[in-house]
């Protein structure tokens, strides 16, 4: 069952920006700590950014001041906008949902690739 749908990735030069985006259902949306994490080829996979139910976002120290996570909750999608993009930011995205110990769920997309040529 696919629960985080997941879009836009691509070929980028470095320097340029992209934006993900991530898709889920009204109650994983509402009930989740959203966020991206990333995995490069021979790495862990490790976050990036997540934002809070409530809205408030938190960054892992570098993509600060390049990143921006967003939701939106009409479209019950977030976002993560990628601007200055370095070839070290190329990596599979995957957006993941954690509904924490209350709800007991840890969701994860199928990923996107990013690649940032130099």
């Known amino acids: 069952q696919v629960r985080l749908v997941e879009s836009g990735g691509g070929l980028v030069q470095a320097g340029g920006s992209l934006r993900l985006s991530c898709a889920t259902s009204?109650?994983?949306?509402?009930?989740?700590?959203m966020g991206w994490f990333r995995q490069a080829p021979g790495r862990q996979r490790e976050l990036v950014a997540r934002?809070?139910?409530?809205?408030?976002?938190y960054y892992v120290d570098f993509v600060k001041g390049r990143f921006a996570i967003s939701k939106d909750n009409a479209k019950n999608t977030v976002y993560l906008q990628m601007n200055s993009l370095e070839p070290e930011d190329t990596a599979v995205y995957y957006c993941?949902?954690?509904?924490?110990?209350?709800?007991?769920?840890?969701?994860w997309g199928q990923g996107t690739q990013v690649t940032v040529s130099s």
């Open positions: 993941n949902a954690d509904g924490g110990t209350f709800y007991g769920y840890n969701y």
């Open positions: 009204e109650s994983i949306f509402s009930n989740s700590a």
């Open positions: 934002i809070s139910p409530g809205g408030k976002p």
